[in-house]
């Protein structure tokens, strides 16, 4: 079986041809990702509008270059997924309307794929993981941990109140004057950094649920940076140490609500040992290894996909458009794209979350 996927639901445009062949390392025939940082990058974040237009423009050759990379024709094709959601409606609609085009004029299945799936299936594309596993989801835009127990089956444990930990990376970088993306360029500040010198909250630390919250971490650095009298006036080695406190805050809470969700996943499933890091944040090596701790304290086997695949990107969509293909699940060209889409539309709402997440 063979898929073309695309991903437009935020700042990258990207489209991947995936197989399902029994190696994993033979599944990606291609995976093509073009960044809009340089494009958002004056504005300190993204612009919804500034995305939607750079989609528009380039997905049509980056699907071209997918298909040439990977040897094969559209005919060849059993199915075209796209993110069908959630994110920045104006991508996600450009990257749908390409994909029912396809599969219209190539009379092929449509699969419109949950972005949060794509990243909740990554690791059995790399690592061929069994069902059921115990998923951190963490990026830009959510926050959350899930019993993923088959295709299109999640229960989610906990979800963050207020603020997305991409969001409090990239937020925190702007304050301190980094610029943006703020996760890649966080974590290397903090490498020279004393990880101890600030005093940082650690927010839910303790509490017996799996929720998160990030916005008071955010309150405290912008407090920190005023004690200065401003980020200009912080030498280079005060900002590495405030970076390197703030990662030492966010290992300790991810590790915190890590260790509850483990305990509720194996109240389900007492057999139940593998936890899956995914999203933008996943490819942080310093909280990479600080839940690797987990291995140890919690008997519990730890998978984070190679960094390219924790970032959004085509082939993760690919390979959810087989797995859904394969458990017979396809659309209907009448899909209307989703800004909002949870992965377990039974959750309840969590507190101070205002929408179910």
């Given at each position: 079986?063979?898929?073309?996927?695309?991903?437009?639901?935020?700042?990258?445009?990207?489209?991947?041809?995936?197989?399902?062949?029994?190696?994993?390392?033979?599944?990606?025939?291609?995976?093509?990702?073009?960044?809009?940082?340089?494009?958002?990058?004056?504005?300190?974040?993204?612009?919804?509008?500034?995305?939607?237009?750079?989609?528009?423009?380039?997905?049509?050759?980056?699907?071209?270059?997918?298909?040439?990379?990977?040897?094969?024709?559209?005919?060849?094709?059993?199915?075209?997924?796209?993110?069908?959601?959630?994110?920045?409606?104006?991508?996600?609609?450009?990257?749908?309307?390409?994909?029912?085009?396809?599969?219209?004029?190539?009379?092929?299945p449509f699969i419109a794929v949950n972005h949060l799936e794509g990243h909740a299936l990554t690791a059995r594309l790399t690592e061929n993981v069994e069902f059921p596993y115990l998923l951190l989801l963490v990026s830009g835009g959510h926050c959350q941990l899930l019993?993923?127990?088959?295709?299109?089956?999640?229960?989610?444990?906990?979800?963050?109140?207020?603020?997305?930990?991409?969001?409090a990376f990239d937020k925190s970088a702007k304050m301190l004057g980094l610029g943006y993306p703020g996760g890649p360029i966080v974590e290397r500040a903090a490498a020279t950094g004393d990880g101890a010198r600030f005093e940082l909250p650690r927010p839910m630390l303790?509490?017996?649920?799996?929720?998160?919250?990030?916005?008071?971490?955010?309150?405290?650095?912008?407090?920190?940076?005023?004690?200065?009298?401003?980020?200009?006036?912080?030498?280079?080695?005060?900002?590495?140490?405030?970076?390197?406190?703030?990662?030492?805050?966010?290992?300790?809470?991810?590790?915190?609500?890590?260790?509850?969700?483990?305990?509720?996943?194996?109240?389900?499933?007492?057999?139940?040992?593998?936890?899956?890091?995914?999203?933008?944040?996943?490819?942080?090596?310093?909280?990479?290894?600080?839940?690797?701790?987990?291995?140890?304290?919690?008997?519990?086997?730890?998978?984070?996909?190679?960094?390219?695949?924790?970032?959004?990107?085509?082939?993760?969509?690919?390979?959810?458009?087989?797995?859904?293909?394969?458990?017979?699940?396809?659309?209907?060209?009448?899909?209307?794209?989703?800004?909002?889409?949870?992965?377990?539309?039974?959750?309840?709402?969590?507190?101070?979350?205002?929408?179910?997440?």
């Amino acid at each position: 079986m063979i898929v073309l996927g695309i991903e437009s639901s935020c700042d990258e445009t990207a489209a991947a041809i995936v197989c399902d062949a029994a190696s994993p390392d033979a599944r990606i025939l291609s995976n093509i990702v073009l960044s809009q940082e340089d494009e958002h990058r004056p504005y300190g974040g993204i612009v919804p509008e500034i995305a939607a237009r750079s989609h528009l423009e380039h997905v049509d050759h980056l699907i071209k270059q997918a298909l040439q990379d990977a040897g094969v024709k559209l005919a060849q094709l059993d199915g075209i997924a796209a993110t069908g959601g959630p994110g920045l409606i104006g991508g996600v609609i450009v990257g749908v309307m390409s994909a029912k085009a396809i599969a219209s004029v190539q009379n092929k299945p449509f699969i419109a794929v949950n972005h949060l799936e794509g990243h909740a299936l990554t690791a059995r594309l790399t690592e061929n993981v069994e069902f059921p596993y115990l998923l951190l989801l963490v990026s830009g835009g959510h926050c959350q941990l899930l019993i993923v127990e088959e295709v299109d089956r999640y229960i989610r444990l906990g979800t963050t109140i207020d603020d997305a930990l991409g969001e409090a990376f990239d937020k925190s970088a702007k304050m301190l004057g980094l610029g943006y993306p703020g996760g890649p360029i966080v974590e290397r500040a903090a490498a020279t950094g004393d990880g101890a010198r600030f005093e940082l909250p650690r927010p839910m630390l303790g509490r017996k649920e799996c929720h998160f919250s990030f916005s008071g971490l955010k309150t405290a650095i912008r407090q920190q940076i005023e004690r200065f009298g401003g980020e200009e006036k912080m030498s280079d080695q005060d900002v590495a140490d405030l970076c390197a406190s703030f990662q030492s805050a966010v290992g300790d809470v991810l590790i915190d609500r890590c260790q509850n969700a483990l305990r509720q996943f194996r109240e389900r499933y007492p057999n139940g040992n593998t936890l899956v890091v995914a999203g933008g944040v996943a490819a942080n090596q310093t909280l990479a290894k600080r839940l690797a701790d987990l291995e140890i304290s919690e008997n519990t086997r730890l998978i984070v996909p190679p960094a390219q695949l924790c970032t959004d990107n085509a082939a993760m969509i690919a390979w959810a458009g087989i797995e859904r293909l394969k458990a017979g699940h396809s659309d209907l060209l009448d899909f209307k794209p989703r800004p909002r889409w949870p992965l377990d539309p039974d959750a309840p709402t969590a507190i101070g979350a205002g929408v179910k997440a």
